[in-house]
């Protein structure tokens, strides 16, 4: 081993423990909070798993498929036998790992993806494929960041225009490729009764967590606990974790926390596990997080799987719609509705105004922040744009713009 | 749930249109819904029939105006139009006892796992002014049969050439008849070989295609020139729809309005029929309801999106509660 | 058409008194109220002899039946002279069948001339007003009884009509039609319980005429007894037929053959996108 690889194996080694660090101490936060209750645990082990691969495998009992972004439907993978797990991580030691490659205005989120993956490279079972919907330019990156093996990645080319005909089909082409790929990579062949089921289970999840969300909408469940629910979402079967989630509802139904201080719309950039600084921050400054359009929250199950019939046609483009259509992400061009889901919770539910998370880097998400900005404050809606990255440098100042939010 | 008391509604309506005749049930001659008045002891008649009838049509009001025949005409016209008043789509979705037909198409399609053909937005664009096309056909030519000395053997001519109700309704009756050629002169067997070949073409296309006749149905029309004053009312609160495109999806009519209506309430377009298919796929709290006056008759709600599309629960899957 | 028959009917004259005397259909004319009003002239196939001699007594009798059933008996409508000629008009309020029947006589021949056919009369209420109730027609008058077709509205070329002659059948000398666009009359055989069947046949000019327009044709019976003459006519308003040219195998065919086209053409063409 040359000396270069040595440098390499000691950071690994100590960049390994600083994530273990990182992760524990997220976890004993949680932990040490008033509202916590043994109902929660079950999540935050979840939260664990990102960092111990095989025991995710041993636990989930399939072979696991990465993916990035939430448009590859989890539906066809499950339907197929195989795991999809989220890439994303919210890990800022593992960030480290790879910073030297990138650019330092990178997306954080994305170097701590390319570190997570450096430091299982030796010792953890690797993933059978990884899915890429082409979201952002980061993630377009993706392959060259990480030299995965192409044989093993599979590209969804993303349309970003979603209401037009020619963007609708080019996408239900992209479901079908990614069948065909899985179909060959995994060695089976997916059928329609298993996809339809598949649905089934997955739409009891999203019926399940419609109660989770009105429960927070209502102010009876504190944001940090709704995200750590979000954010284990598939770290275990997707059966287990559903039923989970009704010993949590009838938790909360039991014991509802009071909303504490004004209510809040959190909108932009991904927030993951270990990283929840903003959604506590928010909470020392006196407000709840009431409604979220987080990629990793609320807007993993947005829509619902309506087929029009259970064709295997008719399953794969409601699927597809679901996936496509639904989302509102800013990296595609006509996503003027991504308002209407802020304003549906500001008309229906206490929430005084709007903070905006922008992950340094995150250029779709700080782009469009400018543009809802102006449709709230023309709407006489308050709106506060928060730009920070994983780093804890800044907390104090954060706190301080949340504190004077607050006090409009 | 909503669809399962529209199929209870129209299969109530497709006997007592197809046979009521037979107990002394009659609806009248106005009913705007292909209710064929070719089938033998129907329940009630197409106004359609009405309207291009050389005794009931348009051309009797016009040309008798002022007299009791004029306004016997007219008062067809006025049934009709407080037909539509009162229930505006509904009698596409509900009760048109051809569309209930169609349906039966669809669902052995669906039983058989054939999937729907689909046709192409612009196609689908280019078919919308054919239901115009055919209510003009319908009004012209009989007011040439009154007035310019066209042939007699014109008469009723979307009915006889066109409407594909006209062969295949009086089946459920015992008639063949209507699947015939008629050789007793050149117009006949022209209007009979449209008749037969156009039906024999849409029973495909009926199969293929959700409510595929639906697409020309010059009856749409007459109806939807009445919406604006009808107490019927189909609404989206556009400001909140997060655009899914479940609404458009599941739409048997592959109507693309809802979806894309960004500004205005009203989203009665011209070629819904208020299955609300739409309303029953929407997962966002109050985005699409339909009105009566001021009464909500039924709204978007993600627990209804739940209950209509999650199966009940079985022994050894997940158990959620709602 | 009248005028038709009649030159066709002109070598049959004998006598002072026509041989043959027959109703034809006038023109129909619509009220305000939407009654109809359908004017009917006698004549016959001589028709400078049967002009409005005040010695020839004519006697019209009709019946209206609409949907509520039988109107009791027979109602009498009076014969006005009309540019010399026998005329008479019912006006009708509802949809009615309309039996009439005009009885006369001249010298030794007594004539009955019959016709029945449907009127639609479109006035919003209210029963047809007769101008005078009568009771039954005149006992042992020669007459014609056709038996209602159930199918039809119209009388129909094609169509086989069932006629029952009320009279002594055995006496009839002769029972014919007079038709247009027959030069001879056809002479038809009478059962002896005086049963008549008889199918008028197509005629390719109403074919191609409008579905309402009519052919007179006119059955004829002739019978002599006691010293008297009975000439008896019955007019059909012949319509084409509706049925007869209807071909179903035919038209079954093409609706199976677009069927299958259509299909062919769907599967091919539209159901896109073609994946699995």
């Known amino acids: ?408 | 749930m909503v669809f399962k008391l529209r199929l209870i509604v129209q299969h109530l309506f497709f006997v007592l249109l197809t046979y009521g005749g037979r107990f002394g049930f009659h609806m009248g001659f106005a009913l705007p819904c292909f209710s064929c008045p070719f089938v033998m002891g129907c329940g009630g008649s197409c106004y359609l029939l009405s309207l291009q009838g050389n005794w009931w049509g348009l051309q009797m009001a016009l040309a008798n105006w002022g007299t009791v025949m004029g306004l016997q005409a007219l008062y067809y016209l006025g049934l009709f139009v407080l037909l539509t008043l009162a229930l505006n789509k509904f009698w596409c979705g509900w009760i048109c006892p051809f569309g209930t037909l169609q349906d039966w198409f669809t669902y052995l399609r669906r039983r058989l796992g054939i999937r729907e053909a689909q046709l192409s937005w612009s196609a689908r664009d280019r078919l919308k002014p054919v239901k115009y096309i055919l209510l003009a056909y319908m009004i012209v030519v009989p007011l040439l049969i009154a007035h310019a000395g066209l042939h007699y053997d014109f008469h009723l001519p979307f009915c006889r050439s066109i409407c594909p109700a006209k062969p295949l309704m009086p089946l459920f009756a015992g008639s063949t008849r209507h699947l015939a050629l008629d050789f007793t002169n050149t117009v006949t067997l022209v209007f009979s070989i449209l008749s037969v070949a156009i039906a024999g073409g849409m029973l495909v296309g009926m199969f293929f295609k959700e409510r595929f006749f639906c697409l020309f149905c010059p009856m749409l029309v007459l109806i939807h020139l009445l919406r604006k004053i009808s107490p019927v009312r189909f609404e989206k609160e556009v400001g909140a729809c997060l655009g899914c495109g479940n609404c458009r999806r599941n739409c048997p009519m592959d109507i693309r309005d809802v979806h894309e209506q960004k500004t205005d309430k009203a989203v009665l377009s011209e070629d819904c029929m208020l299955c609300m298919t739409c309303t029953e796929s929407c997962p966002a709290d109050g985005v699409l309801s339909v009105r009566f006056f001021k009464w909500r008759l039924f709204s978007s709600s993600r627990d209804y999106v739940a209950r209509r599309f999650i199966k009940p629960h079985k022994a050894g899957s997940v158990k959620v509660k709602v | ?276």
């Open chain 1, 1 to 408: 081993m040359d000396d270069n690889n040595k440098r390499r194996a000691r950071l690994r080694s100590r960049v390994r423990q600083e994530v273990q660090t990182e992760y524990e101490s997220a976890r004993r936060l949680m932990e040490a909070r008033d509202d916590y209750d043994p109902v929660w645990a079950y999540f935050l082990d979840l939260l664990m798993r990102p960092m111990d691969r095989n025991g995710l495998q041993a636990a989930v009992g399939r072979p696991v498929v990465e993916h990035l972004c939430n448009q590859a439907p989890y539906e066809l993978f499950h339907a197929m036998g195989v795991h999809p797990l989220r890439m994303a991580s919210g890990c800022f030691a593992a960030g480290r790992l790879s910073a030297g490659d990138f650019p330092v205005l990178m997306c954080p989120m994305l170097k701590a993806i390319v570190g997570m993956q450096r430091l299982r490279e030796s010792s953890q079972t690797a993933p059978s494929a990884r899915v890429v919907p082409t979201t952002c330019d980061w993630v377009v990156q993706y392959q060259q960041m990480t030299d995965a093996d192409p044989e093993q990645t599979f590209f969804m080319e993303l349309p970003h225009l979603r209401e037009s005909e020619r963007g609708q089909q080019r996408w239900l082409e992209q479901a079908y490729e990614l069948v065909r790929f899985l179909e060959s990579r995994m060695g089976v062949k997916l059928k329609r009764k298993a996809l339809a089921s598949s649905v089934q289970i997955f739409m009891r999840a999203w019926q399940a967590i419609g109660r989770l969300i009105e429960q927070r909408r209502a102010g009876r469940l504190p944001a940090v606990w709704f995200m750590a629910v979000a954010n284990s979402f598939m770290l275990d079967p997707i059966e287990p974790w559903t039923e989970q989630l009704q010993r949590v509802l009838g938790h909360v139904d039991a014991h509802p926390s009071q909303a504490a201080g004004k209510g809040v719309f959190l909108a932009g950039s991904p927030i993951l596990f270990p990283n929840f600084k903003l959604p506590l921050l928010i909470e020392a400054a006196g407000m709840t997080v009431l409604g979220d359009d987080l990629c990793t929250s609320e807007r993993i199950w947005p829509g619902a799987v309506c087929p029009e019939e259970n064709s295997f046609h008719g399953l794969l483009r409601a699927l597809a719609e679901r996936y496509h259509m639904a989302c509102i992400c800013p990296t595609f061009a006509d996503n003027e509705r991504r308002i209407n889901t802020i304003l549906g919770v500001l008309q229906r539910y206490p929430v005084r105004g709007v903070v905006h998370h922008v992950l340094k880097g995150c250029h779709p998400f700080d782009i469009d922040s400018f543009r809802l900005e102006r449709q709230l404050k023309s709407a006489g809606i308050p709106f506060l744009r928060i730009e920070t990255d994983y780093v804890e440098e800044d907390n104090r100042n954060i706190a301080t713009r949340l504190e004077a939010f607050a006090e409009i």
């Open chain 3, 1 to 276: 058409m009248a005028s038709a028959v009649s030159s066709w009917a002109a070598d049959l004259v004998s006598g002072d008194c026509p041989d043959v005397v027959w109703i034809t259909c006038g023109e129909q004319s619509r009220r305000t109220d939407g009654s109809i009003t359908q004017h009917y002239w006698l004549r016959s196939n001589s028709e400078n002899r049967l002009q409005c001699f005040p010695d020839l007594q004519w006697e019209a009798y009709y019946r209206l039946t609409d949907g509520d059933g039988l109107e009791e008996g027979y109602s009498r409508a009076p014969l006005t002279c009309s540019g010399g000629v026998p005329h008479l008009e019912i006006n009708c309020r509802t949809n009615a069948r309309l039996e009439l029947t005009l009885v006369g006589h001249c010298g030794g021949k007594h004539y009955t001339a019959q016709l029945q056919h449907a009127l639609f009369g479109k006035a919003s209420a209210g029963k047809h007003a007769p101008s005078e109730r009568f009771g039954e027609l005149p006992a042992g008058l020669r007459r014609w009884n056709l038996k209602p077709s159930r199918r039809n509205t119209y009388q129909q070329t094609g169509d086989t009509y069932h006629f029952i002659y009320h009279g002594n059948a055995g006496s009839v000398e002769s029972v014919s039609v007079l038709e247009k666009g027959r030069r001879l009359p056809e002479d038809l055989s009478l059962a002896r319980d005086g049963n008549l069947v008889y199918t008028p046949a197509h005629d390719p000019h109403l074919d191609r005429s409008s579905p309402y327009e009519v052919k007179e044709t006119v059955l004829l019976a002739r019978e002599a007894a006691e010293g008297r003459e009975y000439l008896t006519t019955f007019t059909l308003l012949l319509h084409r037929s509706y049925s007869a040219h209807l071909k179903r195998l035919h038209g079954c065919l093409l609706f199976a053959g677009m069927a299958v086209l259509a299909a062919g053409f769907t599967v091919i063409f539209k159901r896109r996108p073609w994946y699995r």
